[in-house]
């Protein structure tokens, strides 16, 4: 045995002097640097003249490329198949199953202590996977009712766009024919239709990021030619909300929350380094000090080296406390956007009535009080835009509403994606049974007593 001892020291020795002799060692490389050697110079006085610089396309050919737009048809998309599909193709979530198979395999093969370890971290795996399918299905609805509200706009933003084109050709012929134009300004007009132009462009290009996002997150091909076509019960609900019902419900289902439990109630010496590393998720520094290998760091240190998991105690608890209170933040937060945006949703159907009777009143005296045509096409635009916000504030309540079900953790639930879990339901780990009492300032470094 001594032998064998001297030759593999020997060995080490002709392997340290044999080695490697790292000729790249001698200097550490220079990184990249430019100097910041400027010009001086004098601002200009005057802004460049892009109107001489820009072609003008009414005069010539600009040949300028459209936007993607959709065909004759769509693809019929529904509010669940958005919300579901896009649950279960998130990527993120199901390289995590992935992840929680390899855990099984270890639970199956390695000792107590490691399937301890493992299965804890298992079914944060399983948590974690679950939120991220949460997210994914709240992102698609979101996007969805984006669309859905984006497309019922356009149609108003189009009659808008028609009404102030025929105002500024009846407006160019009463010029054309020397005629008053009743105090209308031609340039106003313009100016509007140039602005509804405008409006349409932006339409469109956010149509085309919409369909993009919703194709990634429901794992189709990205294609610029294919087009969505949301189908939405418009109905809005305007029920009042309970926020305090509403957390009741919320706050168990909460994946951040179960996950502090779970670690809580089955932390013991054996899962210490599942309990770092959910600390580490919250802050890089928790969880960063651990006792230092070997066997005489572990002689020197045998009395103090269980301390470590009252420390680790403390701090989930704190951290639990904390993570709840900003989770009943958030949902109740979006309770009361929920409320905000029912009042909103009032008011827009309150604006749309009241410039519809406008509109109306305006065509029944048309004729007996010779009203001018300019007055009644200046109430519709009034009317088109009404209509579209209307649009614009109930896709806001439906998106309100999604964002209400993602903070209570219901959207992947909906579809069937209940994490399945080994360690929830026990709850006798150490920091159940024992806790160590708190120390004064005065007393720091203390020496607890044993927990009785």
Not at 78 to 86: I, K, L, M, P, V
Not at 279 to 285: E, I, M, N, Q
Request: charged residues 25%; contains cysteine; proline residues 4%.
């Amino acid at each position: 045995m001594r032998l064998k001892q001297v030759a593999t020291f020997g060995a080490a020795l002709v392997a340290a002097a044999l080695g490697c002799r790292c000729p790249s060692r001698c200097c550490v490389p220079a990184t990249p640097h430019v100097a910041c050697n400027f010009a001086d110079t004098t601002g200009e006085n005057q802004p460049p003249n892009l109107s001489d610089l820009t072609p003008d396309c009414n005069v010539q050919e600009c040949n300028l490329q459209e936007l993607p737009s959709p065909g004759e048809t769509y693809q019929l998309l529904t509010a669940s198949d958005a919300q579901c599909r896009a649950a279960a193709n998130a990527t993120i979530a199901n390289l995590v199953v992935l992840e929680e198979h390899w855990a099984g395999v270890v639970i199956e093969c390695d000792s107590k202590i490691v399937q301890q370890n493992v299965c804890l971290q298992r079914d944060l795996l399983e948590l974690h996977a679950a939120d991220v399918r949460n997210k994914a299905a709240a992102s698609a609805l979101e996007a969805f009712y984006q669309l859905a509200g984006l497309e019922a706009r356009k149609h108003y933003l189009e009659l808008a766009t028609l009404e102030t084109t025929r105002t500024r050709e009846r407006l160019d012929k009463l010029t054309d024919q020397g005629l008053p134009t009743e105090g209308l300004d031609r340039d106003e007009t313009d100016a509007r239709l140039t602005e509804l132009q405008h409006q349409r462009l932006q339409l469109d290009f956010a149509r085309v990021q919409l369909n993009g996002q919703l194709q990634k997150l429901l794992g189709c091909p990205i294609s610029e030619e294919t087009f969505f076509w949301p189908q939405v019960d418009w109905t809005p609900n305007l029920e009042p909300l309970n926020a305090e019902s509403e957390l009741a419900a919320g706050l168990p289902n909460r994946f951040d929350i179960r996950g502090l439990e779970l670690v809580l109630c089955n932390l013991e010496k054996s899962t210490i380094r599942v309990a770092r590393g959910v600390l580490g998720v919250a802050d890089a520094t928790l969880g960063s000090v651990e006792p230092t290998e070997g066997i005489v760091h572990r002689l020197r240190c045998i009395k103090c080296n269980d301390h470590e998991l009252d420390v680790r105690c403390r701090q989930l608890s704190m951290l639990h406390a904390d993570t709840e209170q900003l989770a009943t933040a958030e949902i109740k937060g979006a309770v009361y956007q929920i409320v905000m945006q029912q009042q909103r949703v009032a008011l827009a159907r309150t604006a749309v009535e009241t410039r519809r009777k406008n509109v109306d009143a305006l065509l029944a005296r048309r004729d007996a009080n010779d009203t001018p045509i300019f007055e009644i096409s200046a109430a519709r635009g009034r009317l088109y835009d009404a209509e579209a916000d209307l649009v614009q504030q109930v896709a806001a309540l439906k998106s309100a509403e999604v964002g209400l079900k993602r903070t209570q953790a219901a959207l992947a639930a909906e579809c069937g994606f209940e994490p399945k879990l080994c360690c929830e339901g026990c709850c006798n780990g150490h920091c159940m049974r024992c806790q160590a009492p708190t120390c004064k300032t005065c007393e720091l470094p203390c020496k607890c007593e044993n927990c009785r």
